[in-house]
């Protein structure tokens, strides 16, 4: 067949995105193709750059030209990635492809934790991600990343105030503990703690994003409700550990983001702790909180299990002195990245097939 823009298009028509069930030509992830004689190239646009399958895609585009334009074309492909998003342009959050909250149904489950792991991991595969530390009473995030001193600026816009957040590991950031001091207790009633989370919302500079995570106080509160009805939020991720008084707190979570009336996606369960695993004998896995409840809990209410989490001494240890396990090279950074792509392909799965989120209108 002969080699020309057509027909590499119709070629590669027949080549699936495995996640989304549509061909690459359809969702428009071909690009830039260039021909010079018998030489091919062109930009494959991936829906995230924490993509799993990037490998599978490329190397079905090889076997695709191969098997309709012949064994001599010479194939370059080159794989980027653009970030897929469902809201639009609004007041708030302009920048901001995706609005990600992370919850929990009960505290000490280690959600916090496995937010600060998962916006650096993001951030690692090429993602804009940025995290508002919206557990008000309780913030641990300028713990976790190490930068409990910072303060974050301030700049005039107009007769406005906007705060400029800190940035550390290459992820912005916004926290109650930047403008407290870290041994004062912030004893607020909900009306107070909501009107910060609008602040952090609303009158912070975030600029381009492709992730912001809202790492959640555990439970279900006013702080969970001001986030829903102030931004159309993307989807969920709930944490959880696997015992049962865990599951039946994160079961009350997930049930609130199903609601009708809230109807936030629910993006997967991710199970914390899920097995102990000493660091001399990395193969060895012991179920000291029970095993499989994660799984369970996804399964009951049918939605994904993003992955499990084990526990191991040096992930407290890298949170205590805020350098996220994510950036060792040992079992839980890998365990880490593979939670990233699971929830980077939630999103883009999430954003083929759903319609946006609203903004909640909800009186109570």
Not at 66 to 90: A, F, P, Q, Y
Not at 119 to 125: E, I, K, P, R, Y
Not at 219 to 227: A, C, E, F, M, Y
Not at 237 to 247: D, E, F, M, R, S
Request: aromatic share 4%; with cysteine; charged share 20%.
């Amino acid at each position: 067949m002969l080699l020309t823009e057509e027909n590499v298009l119709k070629a590669l028509s027949n080549v699936l995105d495995p996640d989304i069930k549509q061909d690459l030509v359809t969702l428009n992830m071909i690009h830039d193709i260039k021909i010079d004689g018998n030489n091919l190239a062109f930009t494959v646009m991936l829906t995230t750059p924490a993509c799993p399958l990037k490998e599978v895609i490329k190397n079905d585009c090889l076997g695709t030209i191969e098997k309709h334009l012949g064994k001599e074309v010479e194939v370059t492909i080159n794989m980027s990635s653009t970030v897929t998003s469902t809201r639009s342009d609004g007041p708030l959050l302009p920048g901001v492809k995706n609005i990600i909250a992370i919850a929990s149904g009960k505290g000490g489950v280690g959600k916090s934790t496995v937010t600060a792991n998962l916006a650096v991991a993001l951030t690692q595969s090429g993602a804009k991600v940025g995290v508002i530390d919206a557990d008000i009473s309780g913030p641990s995030i300028p713990t976790m990343f190490n930068c409990e001193m910072e303060q974050p600026g301030i700049k005039k816009n107009g007769d406005k105030n906007t705060i400029i957040p800190i940035e550390q590991y290459g992820v912005k950031l916004i926290s109650i503990g930047f403008l407290t001091p870290a041994d004062n207790a912030v004893v607020w009633r909900g009306p107070m703690a909501s009107s910060a989370l609008k602040q952090f919302i609303g009158d912070t500079d975030w600029g381009e994003l492709d992730y912001l995570l809202i790492d959640l106080p555990p439970g279900t509160s006013d702080i969970h409700l001001t986030l829903v009805q102030t931004v159309p939020v993307t989807g969920a991720v709930l944490v959880t550990t696997p015992q049962k008084v865990a599951i039946a707190d994160a079961q009350k979570g997930l049930a609130m983001f199903k609601q009708p009336q809230i109807n936030v996606p629910v993006l997967g369960v991710v199970e914390n702790m899920s097995y102990f695993t000493p660091e001399e004998l990395p193969d060895n896995k012991y179920h000291i909180f029970g095993k499989d409840g994660g799984k369970k809990l996804a399964e009951k209410f049918d939605v994904p299990f993003l992955g499990e989490i084990p526990l191991v001494q040096n992930i407290r240890e890298a949170g205590d002195i805020g350098y996220p396990a994510v950036m060792r090279d040992d079992i839980t950074a890998k365990a880490f990245q593979s939670l990233a792509q699971s929830v980077a392909q939630r999103v883009a799965i999430r954003n083929s097939e759903a319609a946006a989120t609203k903004k909640v209108e909800l009186k109570v």
